[in-house]
């Protein structure tokens, strides 16, 4: 694999940004798949590659991996702030063509994350299911509204979710994962979901109930709990399987 730590200017965030890459070495980029490998609140673009491996994952498939930077921003246009969710689901795809030759097409592109990357993934797979093969989500912030109301009561995270969402600590529809979901089954719409959580996780019950509602929905979307909480050996395990869920020949149906 050829790894590059990619600097460049963002349209979108009007200003420098940057992005770790994993790139296959024996094989024309044009047609491999790549995954969009997104980080949690608390990292940044370095800690897949950091505290997992993930690019010893990405050579025994033949996958890139693009890994951007959004600090906290919940993969959200910020209402007092910049634009990371058009970033990343629109105009990073098209950077990463312009640069490397990666595919745009959606059969080649796959969304993943952790934790509140987990949300980011789930929410770019659920407001355009065409875009993506498939997305894989990791202890993530499903249920996002019920957690700014019950779990962030922090001052600072008041002031940080205002500059995210807007005033009155209140999330936007647009931004609510059950309500994206219901939006795709209406619309015929059951995308390829793998999501994982611990069972130690203090986020398990809310993604128990996103994947209640998925399968009320008729997603079948893949669920699986193990021993474990919310840590990079937890995830490390989730993105190997991850990868071997969507790009082994044994069990891949992309």
Not at 37 to 60: I, K, P
Not at 119 to 129: E, H, I, S, V, W
Not at 220 to 228: I, N, R, S
Request: net charge neutral; charged share 25%.
């Amino acid at each position: 694999m050829t790894f590059i730590r990619a600097d460049f200017h963002s349209k979108e965030l009007n200003m420098s940004t940057s992005a770790q890459v994993l790139l296959p070495d024996d094989r024309a980029l044009s047609r491999v798949r790549v995954v969009y490998l997104l980080h949690g609140l608390s990292d940044n673009c370095t800690g897949w590659l950091r505290r997992t491996a993930v690019e010893r994952y990405a050579q025994e498939y033949g996958v890139a991996v693009v890994m951007p930077e959004v600090q906290r921003s919940f993969y959200t246009d910020m209402k007092y702030g910049v634009n990371y969710f058009s970033y990343v689901y629109k105009e990073l795809p098209e950077i990463m063509h312009r640069l490397f030759s990666l595919p745009l097409s959606s059969e080649k592109s796959y969304v993943m994350g952790l934790s509140m990357g987990g949300y980011g993934a789930m929410k770019c797979m659920l407001t355009d299911p065409d875009r993506y093969a498939g997305c894989a989500a990791f202890s993530s912030v499903a249920d996002l509204a019920w957690s700014m109301q019950n779990r962030y009561d922090e001052e600072s995270r008041h002031q940080e979710f205002a500059a995210i969402f807007g005033d009155g600590y209140k999330l936007p529809e647009s931004q609510d994962l059950f309500l994206l979901a219901k939006r795709c089954a209406a619309e015929g719409k059951t995308p390829r979901l793998f999501i994982t959580c611990g069972k130690s996780d203090s986020l398990r019950e809310q993604n128990e109930r996103f994947v209640d509602l998925l399968n009320t929905l008729g997603f079948a979307p893949y669920y699986e709990e193990w021993p474990g909480d919310h840590t990079w050996e937890f995830w490390d395990v989730s993105i190997k399987k991850a990868f071997d869920y969507f790009f082994s020949k044994k069990k891949s149906r992309a």
